[in-house]
């Protein structure tokens, strides 16, 4: 069983910081690519920003400057370090896992997994 789960979500002043992470646990060979989306209320999801597996990282026009994503490829988790945060920074951020695992008969498949999601306010 593969389980893949977002935290460090919570409330938070503007100008503030937090730190979210994405752990995948389970039989994992290994972690790809891993992006970060988030949902505010009454819009679509917007892609955040990535990390493939070589480290490089990608981020929206919204949040470059302001958040940096990085891994610990021991621990098959990905963080979200968001500082400085604005009041529109609130929503629900949800991590993509891509992961490689043990099929049946010994070969490896890519799999894309979802975060159940973990809740930012930014407010005053």
């Known amino acids: 069983q593969v389980h893949v789960v977002e935290s460090g979500g919570g409330l938070v002043q503007p100008g503030g910081s937090l730190r979210l992470s994405c752990a995948a646990s389970?039989?994992?060979?290994?972690?790809?690519?891993v992006n970060w989306y988030r949902q505010a209320p009454g819009k679509e999801r917007e892609l955040v920003g990535g990390?493939?597996?070589?480290?490089?990282?990608n981020y929206a026009d919204s949040v470059k400057g302001r958040f940096t994503i990085s891994r610990d490829g021991a621990k098959n988790t990905v963080y979200l370090q968001m500082n400085p945060l604005k009041p529109e920074d609130t929503a629900v951020y949800y991590c993509?896992?891509?992961?490689?695992?043990?099929?049946?008969?010994?070969?490896?498949?890519?799999?894309?997994?979802w975060g159940q999601g973990t809740q930012v306010t930014v407010s005053s």
């Open positions: 990390i493939n597996s070589g480290g490089t990282t």
């Open positions: 993509n896992a891509h992961l490689v695992l043990i099929v049946s008969s010994g070969y490896r498949s890519e799999y894309s997994y």
């Open positions: 389970g039989s994992i060979v290994s972690m790809n690519t």
